[in-house]
Nanobody, 115 residues
Framework: QVQLVESGGGLVQAGGSLGLSCTAS????????MGWYRQAPGNQHELVAT???????NYADSVKGRFTISRDNAKNTVSLQMNSLKPEDTAVYFC?????????WGQGTQVTVSS
């Protein structure tokens, strides 16, 4: 099993910034993709950003230019810097990692952006 511990999140005013971080531990072999999904009330999970082992990022159109994803392979961590936050970014954010044994999800951390 792979355990994911998320940190960060919280309450911020529109236009502000927040950072999320996630550390993977346990039966880690070679993590391919790391990333973040989010789920707003009443909505399905939505991809926010992913990053490959080689550091190639992929962003949802709704966050391009505002969010930056990064990872540290040596520490098995993935981070998400969120700038220019909007009320529609309010959601529970989940860390996700993928290795050959499967996909693993964190417990989620709440991000609330007030208008």
């Amino acid at each position: 099993q792979v355990q994911l511990v998320e940190s960060g999140g919280g309450l911020v005013q529109a236009g502000g910034s927040l950072g999320l971080s996630c550390t993977a531990s346990g039966n880690i072999f070679s993590i391919n993709y790391m990333g973040w999904y989010r789920q707003a009330p009443g909505n399905q999970h939505e991809l926010v950003a992913t990053i490959s082992r080689d550091g190639i990022p992929n962003y949802a159109d709704s966050v391009k230019g505002r969010f930056t994803i990064s990872r540290d392979n040596a520490k098995n961590t993935v981070s998400l810097q969120m700038n220019s936050l909007k009320p529609e970014d309010t959601a529970v954010y989940f860390c996700v990692v993928r290795q050959y044994t499967g996909n693993y999800w964190g417990q989620g951390t709440q991000v609330t952006v007030s208008s």
